[in-house]
Nanobody
């Protein structure tokens, strides 16, 4: 059974940092493209950043470019989202998703094979 578990969320002050983790089990992470998405209350889920299965190509949304970095450790079956200089508008539930492909389209859609349950990030002073 495939399972994705996000962790690392919490309350952080503006300008602070967090590192989110997405631990995968039941699959080999190296065969999958990874996506990080977020959803604020009352808003649609939106993309944050995506990485191809080889990590040679990544995409980061303009809203977080220069502040967030996606990475992966295939040996540990874990994906990461390093968040720096966070802003209140970064608050929301963060989800990781996997698609069995070399490079996924970094958009919401049915092409993602697996989703985690999400981890809450709150940016507030």
């Amino acid at each position: 059974q495939v399972q994705l578990v996000e962790s690392g969320g919490g309350l952080v002050q503006p300008g602070g940092s967090l590192r989110l983790s997405c631990a995968a089990s039941g699959i080999s992470l190296g065969a999958y493209a990874i996506g990080w998405f977020r959803q604020a209350p009352g808003k649609e889920r939106e993309r944050v950043s995506c990485s191809g299965s080889t990590e040679k190509s990544t995409f980061t949304d303009d809203s977080v470019k220069g502040r967030f970095t996606i990475s992966r450790d295939n040996a540990k079956n874990v994906a990461y989202l390093q968040m720096t200089n966070v802003k209140p508008e970064d608050s929301g539930v963060y989800f990781c998703a996997l698609e069995r492909t070399v490079q996924a389209q970094c958009v919401m859609g049915p092409h993602w094979d697996y989703w985690g349950q999400g981890t809450q990030v709150t940016v507030s002073s």
